[in-house]
């Protein structure tokens, strides 16, 4: 079992960056959770959350979260802010361990793949708190600029916060080896034979939202379109 913290940056009274209308709080905890809801898919792996609302928390005590739980992998996303554009990630600046250094590579990549046309601020270091405390390897994203008006014009689409996730699921799926779990399969193995089963139509999300965990919960795979 790989065992994975995921640290939504900042909370509560602390909203991290701030720019173009939008808080860093609100948008790394949508990206987290969107991580550990995909995740949900995959085989083998314990997710840990720092934080499932907005609320705050001590840097020294997200470390703690990690370090009692005996995490494999530690990860934490936050927004950028003070000029510039693109995405860049960082692991400590002091020793860290090989395995350290190639998750780096390997999520920071699968997430510039993600995220389409945008500028790769490279694969940094730095002392950080999350990062120097945690006993074990730790990653921490810096997923656009919040005081950029292209990249916070970015940010306000949710489909633009999906990639995000989704460049960071893929990058663990890669590092830790991950399969996805087998589901129940409702169609012929032929790809030109796939029929669609609509089950219902709404004009709140909600209301989707509550039907597709239903489905899943009886191991359907359901999605909202
Ligand atoms: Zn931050």
Not at 26 to 53: A, F, M, P, S, W
Request: charged residues 25%; without cysteine; proline residues 2%.
């Amino acid at each position: 079992m790989v065992k994975i913290v995921l640290d939504a940056g900042h909370g509560g009274k602390d909203s991290g960056a701030v720019g173009n209308d939008l808080l860093e709080k609100n948008l790394t905890l949508n990206i987290v959770k969107q991580i550990g809801d995909i995740l949900k898919d995959y085989d083998g792996v314990e997710i840990i959350y720092t934080r499932t609302d907005d609320r705050f928390i001590e840097l020294s005590e997200r470390a703690a979260i990690a370090n009692r739980a005996g995490a494999n992998f530690f990860l934490s996303v936050h927004i950028n802010s003070g000029g510039g554009t693109g995405f860049e990630s960082y692991i400590f600046n002091g020793n860290v361990s090989n395995a350290t250094v190639a998750y780096q590579n390997v999520i920071h990549s699968e997430i510039m793949k993600a995220i389409g046309n945008m500028t790769d601020r490279s694969k940094k270091r730095a002392n950080y708190a999350v990062l120097r405390e945690t006993k074990m390897p730790a990653l921490l994203t810096e997923n656009l600029f919040i005081d950029n008006a292209n990249d916070a014009a970015k940010l306000k689409s949710e489909k633009f916060l999906q990639q995000i996730a989704y460049g960071h699921v893929e990058g663990i799926v890669k590092a830790f080896g991950l399969k996805k779990k087998v589901q129940p399969s409702t169609t012929s193995n032929t790809p030109e034979k796939l029929y669609r089963v609509q089950v219902g139509a709404f004009s709140d999300r909600k209301n989707a939202e509550q039907l597709v965990e239903e489905l899943k919960k009886k191991g359907y795979p359901a999605t909202i379109v």
